[in-house]
């Protein structure tokens, strides 16, 4: 038996019957796109989230642009966001024509380290060649960043902040959303992600009226409520009502999920701890919906040969950080250099996790990793 990563099909077949019936009931009505499932998903959504409203689109980079251009964020701008992390939060940013400025992480938890923000944004605003605008913090592996502390920075600075929660969707801090805090939230319903569908697919949640009718029009090419008119170049990038109609099913289990997940972690970390460089941390406050499960081991490359070798998956997130990549090389990045960026993409990695992990299989992927560690002679 091959050990899956992600488990999509145990999370398929306790849901097969409402799948069928609810893509049946697509098929029957006919409207792809814009259908009465993608409305009833968001105000699911932001049911979920207990503030804002949801905005369906494409996928999880879309409503990060969708996010920005509708700041009015662009060229000449500079947005500050982590480097640890995947490439499409610093996509969204260049693709609009504005200028990523890439910022550490917290050495613990992998997510914005606010003094490397305040150092890289009063340097931009000393070179004077670029605006600051805005921050996005990522809810990396499923947690939520430090948001009480990020915001007092947005504040200080009068940034927008936007939460990337492509991988942290259900995530709290202090039990409320990160929408508490940011100015716009971002999800993607990417497959892998915690929260999928069965194609592409994303979200933008805001709290402002506003800044949604913008988002909605910015989402379907800029459409004005005049009949024909188009008043912005916008994008198409709508969610489709067959992905909605899948999503409404998966979120009515979701909270289920995040609990079974939140367990196996726990069992993870009982297991793992004072074997490894470093278990994951929370920060106080946060539950995580461990969208990755990471350890940090001392030889990462070849403990994830060694440990494939015995029949366990494993993936390195990320080994090569945004601002070592080729296409993002030459943005600028924050004063300090990154030092737990660079240290982190040397020794993390991410052991399967989904909310489906049955304790004997968990057994299973623990003892292979620690019979490795042990020959190893990990030295900790
Ligand atoms: C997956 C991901 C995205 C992009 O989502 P897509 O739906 O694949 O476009 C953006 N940010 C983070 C942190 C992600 O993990």
């Given at each position: 038996?091959?050990?899956?990563?992600?488990?999509?099909?145990?999370?398929?077949?306790?849901?097969?019957?409402?799948?069928?019936?609810?893509?049946?009931?697509?098929?029957?009505?006919?409207?792809?796109?814009l259908?009465?499932?993608?409305?009833e998903?968001?105000?699911?959504?932001?049911?979920?989230?207990?503030i804002?409203?949801?905005?369906?689109?494409?996928?999880?980079?879309?409503?990060?642009?969708?996010?920005?251009?509708?700041?009015?964020?662009g060229?000449?701008?500079?947005?500050f966001?982590p480097?640890?992390?995947?490439?499409?939060?610093?996509?969204?940013?260049?693709?609009?024509?504005?200028?990523?400025?890439?910022?550490?992480v917290d050495?613990?938890?992998?997510?914005?380290?606010?003094?490397?923000?305040?150092?890289a944004?009063?340097?931009?605003?000393?070179?004077?060649?670029?605006?600051?605008?805005?921050?996005?913090?990522?809810?990396?592996?499923?947690?939520?960043a430090?948001?009480?502390?990020?915001?007092?920075?947005?504040?200080?600075?009068?940034?927008?902040?936007?939460?990337?929660?492509?991988?942290?969707?259900?995530?709290r801090?202090?039990?409320?959303?990160?929408?508490?805090?940011?100015?716009?939230m971002t999800?993607?319903?990417?497959?892998?992600?915690?929260?999928?569908?069965?194609?592409?697919?994303g979200?933008?949640?805001?709290?402002?009226?506003?800044?949604?009718?913008?988002?909605?029009?910015?989402a379907?090419?800029?459409?004005s409520?005049v009949?024909?008119?188009?008043?912005?170049i916008?994008?198409?990038?709508?969610?489709?009502?067959?992905?909605?109609?899948?999503?409404?099913?998966k979120?009515?289990i979701?909270?289920?999920?995040?609990?079974a997940?939140?367990?196996?972690a726990?069992?993870?970390?009982?297991h793992?701890?004072?074997?490894?460089?470093?278990?994951?941390?929370?920060?106080?406050?946060?539950?995580?919906?461990?969208a990755?499960?990471?350890?940090e081991?001392p030889?990462?490359?070849s403990?994830?040969?060694?440990v494939?070798?015995?029949?366990?998956p494993?993936?390195?997130?990320?080994p090569?950080?945004?601002h070592?990549q080729t296409?993002?090389?030459?943005?600028?990045i924050?004063?300090?250099?990154?030092?737990?960026?660079?240290?982190?993409?040397?020794t993390i990695?991410a052991?399967?996790m989904?909310?489906?992990?049955?304790?004997?299989?968990?057994?299973k992927?623990?003892?292979a990793?620690?019979?490795?560690?042990?020959?190893?002679?990990?030295?900790l």
């Amino acid at each position: 038996m091959q050990i899956p990563f992600i488990d999509l099909p145990a999370q398929q077949e306790r849901i097969r019957e409402k799948l069928n019936s609810r893509i049946a009931q697509v098929l029957a009505h006919g409207r792809y796109i814009l259908g009465p499932e993608v409305g009833e998903l968001e105000n699911q959504l932001a049911q979920f989230e207990g503030i804002g409203v949801a905005i369906g689109c494409a996928n999880g980079t879309d409503a990060i642009i969708l996010a920005l251009k509708a700041m009015n964020i662009g060229p000449g701008d500079a947005v500050f966001c982590p480097s640890f992390t995947y490439a499409a939060t610093a996509e969204a940013i260049a693709i609009i024509g504005a200028t990523p400025i890439f910022v550490d992480v917290d050495r613990a938890f992998y997510t914005l380290c606010a003094n490397s923000l305040e150092l890289a944004i009063e340097q931009v605003a000393a070179q004077k060649t670029l605006t600051p605008r805005a921050i996005i913090a990522v809810d990396l592996f499923g947690q939520p960043a430090n948001y009480p502390v990020l915001s007092e920075t947005a504040q200080k600075y009068e940034l927008k902040l936007i939460s990337d929660c492509a991988q942290g969707f259900g995530c709290r801090f202090d039990g409320k959303s990160p929408l508490h805090w940011a100015d716009a939230m971002t999800t993607s319903f990417f497959p892998a992600k915690p929260l999928g569908c069965y194609g592409d697919g994303g979200a933008v949640m805001v709290r402002d009226e506003e800044l949604e009718a913008r988002i909605r029009s910015l989402a379907f090419h800029g459409r004005s409520t005049v009949p024909n008119d188009h008043m912005s170049i916008g994008l198409n990038s709508r969610l489709d009502t067959l992905q909605a109609a899948i999503l409404l099913e998966k979120l009515a289990i979701f909270e289920d999920e995040i609990a079974a997940r939140g367990r196996a972690a726990d069992y993870y970390n009982r297991h793992f701890d004072g074997h490894v460089l470093s278990t994951p941390g929370l920060i106080d406050g946060a539950r995580s919906t461990w969208a990755q499960y990471c350890l940090e081991v001392p030889d990462r490359d070849s403990f994830m040969d060694a440990v494939k070798a015995e029949g366990v998956p494993l993936a390195a997130y990320y080994p090569l950080p945004t601002h070592a990549q080729t296409a993002y090389k030459f943005f600028p990045i924050s004063p300090d250099h990154l030092p737990n960026t660079v240290a982190a993409s040397k020794t993390i990695v991410a052991l399967p996790m989904h909310g489906y992990l049955q304790p004997d299989v968990q057994d299973k992927i623990i003892t292979a990793c620690l019979k490795v560690l042990s020959k190893q002679g990990a030295g900790l």
